[in-house]
Structure formats: C-alpha cells, structure tokens
C-alpha cells in the first residue's frame, strides 16, 4: 500500500506551478485530499492556501530540501523556446537536479509533464509510445527528452500530451492566429486530423496519475491527449473567430507555397507543418486505467472558453 494510501494525507510538490498547465495542476490538486507545496522560479502563485517555495532548476543548489517530506513530485515546469544552453540549463540539467533531490528526500512516485514533439516532425496516426521512436528536432525537444530519461531512470511516470488548449495558452490557438494572418490563402491539407486535450482535462490526468493506487498504471509513458482528434481546419476556424484573423476564402496555395511565404516566420511554419499533416496519438490506455471518462471534445468544450481567448489573443495582437 502506497503513503498516500494510509490515514496520512500525502504531501505533493507541483513544479511550475505558476505555469499554464500548472495553475490547472494545482486547481485540480485541490479538490483531492493532499497538502500541496507549490514550486516556481520567478512567476508569482498568487494568494494561495498552500506552502510556495521558490526554487531555480537553472540553479541546483536552489532546490537542496524543496522535497523534504514530500510524497508525490508533480513535475510541470519546462523551458519552451529560448537559447539552447537555457533549455539544456532549465530541462535537462534542472530536470536530473530536481530528480535526484527527489531521490534522496524519499520521494515515492515522480510524474512528469512531457510532450509529444519529443517524436519530431512526421505524421502520426494513432501510434502508442512504445510503438513510436523518439526524434526531437529542436533544442526544446531535445532537452525534454533528456528530462524524460532523469525521470524514467528514477522508476518515474511520463505524460505526453500534444497541443494543449485553454485559459492560460499562449501558444496553440495564438500561433494558429499568427499563421492565418502570414498567409495570402487557404492550404490544401487543412484536413489534417491532431489530438489536443485540455489544460482542464490534461491536470486531471496529471493529479490522478500522482494519487493513483499503486499498481493502476501499467507503463511508464503515456499520451495524454482527448480520444476524438481534431480537424485542423476546425481549430483554424476557432483562431480565426477569436481574433478576427482573416479567413482565406477565395485562393487556394500549395503546402510547398504556403512554406516558401513563411520561410522568415519560424513559429508560423512550424505551425503550418502541424495542420497540413496528421498528428494522432493514441490516448485511450492512460484514460482506462485510471477509470477516468475524458472532458468533453474541443468541439463541445471551445465555447466556454471562446471569450477567454478572444480578449487574450486580441489583446495580444
């Protein structure tokens, strides 16, 4: 029987917890019965009821007894974009410190925020981990995936969602909008199908694979993404109404065009590669054997949070 399983409430520590997806984590962590310690760099908690230690994974020393007594690490906080020795400092490094201060404090189970862009660029229908090769392309990817070996080396828990939407998200629907405004027509390809999940969802899936009996996960890594893809022209559509980006209606380009325009715009192009080939991954095992029934699909789900966005992603524009 784990810790967490006694009379005793378990301690879990949240990094990142200042984060997009970490804001999500510690809401839904909230509900359980848990005491939380909540870790971030520089970004600001807010009023919270739970402990806030401040800690730098770019700085080892920082984190000497950030896990003292604690049970369950929930580990949210990445490096995404930046120079390359920031996120070898912040995702690689960082990651290994965190990890071997969780060993030495006891800690009895580790589950870390991944991402699916560990697999590169290509086209993915359906695969689970085991069946996919990891292929980072960017330094970010790159150096995630070497926190996924910290992790995994410890005998820790691996989630990989692939696009996450929702309150808080400055790179999925905003870098939609971008590409919409970069381009002078529609792509054919805008068929494509993606898997995306919730920050909603991808917390709860996050806080139950922490406080799950030991035993209900059956591997070490797992999509955490919603059953029913998404068409990229369906997401496109949500961009477009939410900001006012312009919808191409009457022309029609080729993909190979389409990347020739965005040649100067990296995130726009890394952005078309996404919608212009699927990007499926098979999340059913993780929702199964943690007897979860996922959220409601982006379809049904936008609309709660159309005017989030809409005063976000203008406000940005």
């Given at each position: 029987?784990?810790?967490?399983?006694?009379?005793?409430?378990?301690t879990?520590?949240?990094?990142?917890a200042?984060?997009?997806?970490?804001?999500?984590?510690?809401?839904e962590?909230?509900?359980?019965?848990a005491s939380?310690?909540?870790m971030?760099?520089?970004?600001?908690?807010g009023?919270s009821?739970?402990?806030?230690?401040?800690a730098?994974?770019?700085?080892?020393?920082?984190l000497?007894?950030?896990?003292?007594?604690?049970?369950?690490?929930?580990?949210c906080?990445?490096?995404?974009?930046?120079?390359?020795?920031?996120?070898?400092?912040?995702?690689a490094?960082?990651?290994?410190?965190?990890?071997a201060?969780?060993?030495?404090?006891?800690?009895r189970?580790?589950?870390?925020?991944?991402?699916?862009?560990?697999?590169?660029?290509?086209?993915?229908?359906?695969?689970?981990?085991a069946?996919l090769t990891?292929?980072?392309?960017?330094a970010?990817?790159?150096?995630?995936a070497?926190?996924?070996?910290a992790?995994?080396?410890?005998?820790?828990t691996?989630l990989?969602?692939?696009?996450?939407?929702?309150?808080?998200?400055?790179?999925?629907?905003?870098?939609?909008?971008?590409?919409?405004?970069?381009?002078?027509?529609?792509?054919?390809?805008?068929?494509?199908?993606?898997?995306?999940?919730?920050?909603?969802?991808?917390?709860?899936l996050?806080?139950?694979?922490?406080?799950?009996p030991?035993?209900?996960?059956?591997?070490?890594?797992y999509?955490?993404?919603?059953?029913?893809?998404?068409?990229?022209?369906?997401?496109?559509?949500?961009?477009?109404?939410?900001?006012?980006?312009p919808?191409?209606?009457?022309?029609?380009?080729?993909?190979?065009?389409?990347?020739?325009?965005l040649?100067?715009?990296?995130?726009?192009?890394?952005?078309?590669?996404?919608?212009?080939?699927d990007?499926?991954?098979?999340?059913?095992?993780?929702w199964?054997e943690?007897?979860?029934?996922?959220?409601p699909?982006?379809?049904?789900?936008?609309?709660?949070l159309?005017?989030?966005?809409?005063?976000s992603?203008?406000?940005?524009?």
């Amino acid at each position: 029987m784990s810790r967490w399983e006694s009379s005793r409430v378990p301690t879990v520590l949240i990094s990142g917890a200042a984060g997009f997806v970490g804001r999500h984590v510690v809401r839904e962590a909230g509900r359980h019965r848990a005491s939380l310690r909540l870790m971030s760099h520089h970004r600001p908690v807010g009023p919270s009821p739970h402990t806030v230690v401040r800690a730098d994974l770019a700085a080892p020393a920082s984190l000497h007894g950030v896990c003292e007594g604690v049970d369950v690490l929930i580990h949210c906080a990445a490096r995404i974009g930046g120079s390359d020795e920031a996120n070898e400092a912040v995702n690689a490094r960082g990651t290994a410190a965190l990890v071997a201060e969780a060993r030495r404090a006891g800690v009895r189970r580790i589950v870390h925020l991944s991402t699916a862009s560990v697999y590169g660029r290509g086209t993915f229908r359906g695969g689970r981990p085991a069946e996919l090769t990891r292929n980072p392309r960017s330094a970010t990817s790159r150096t995630r995936a070497a926190a996924e070996d910290a992790v995994l080396a410890a005998g820790g828990t691996v989630l990989r969602p692939h696009l996450v939407y929702g309150v808080g998200d400055v790179w999925v629907l905003p870098g939609l909008a971008g590409l919409l405004r970069a381009l002078p027509g529609g792509v054919a390809g805008w068929t494509a199908a993606m898997s995306l999940v919730s920050a909603t969802d991808l917390a709860r899936l996050l806080v139950a694979s922490a406080l799950a009996p030991a035993g209900t996960l059956t591997e070490s890594v797992y999509h955490a993404v919603h059953p029913a893809p998404v068409a990229a022209y369906d997401l496109l559509r949500a961009a477009a109404a939410c900001t006012g980006a312009p919808w191409p209606q009457q022309r029609q380009i080729t993909a190979d065009r389409a990347r020739s325009v965005l040649r100067t715009h990296r995130e726009a192009a890394y952005a078309l590669d996404l919608m212009t080939s699927d990007h499926v991954f098979d999340g059913a095992p993780l929702w199964r054997e943690l007897r979860l029934a996922p959220g409601p699909c982006f379809g049904s789900d936008f609309p709660r949070l159309a005017g989030w966005y809409r005063t976000s992603l203008v406000t940005a524009a």
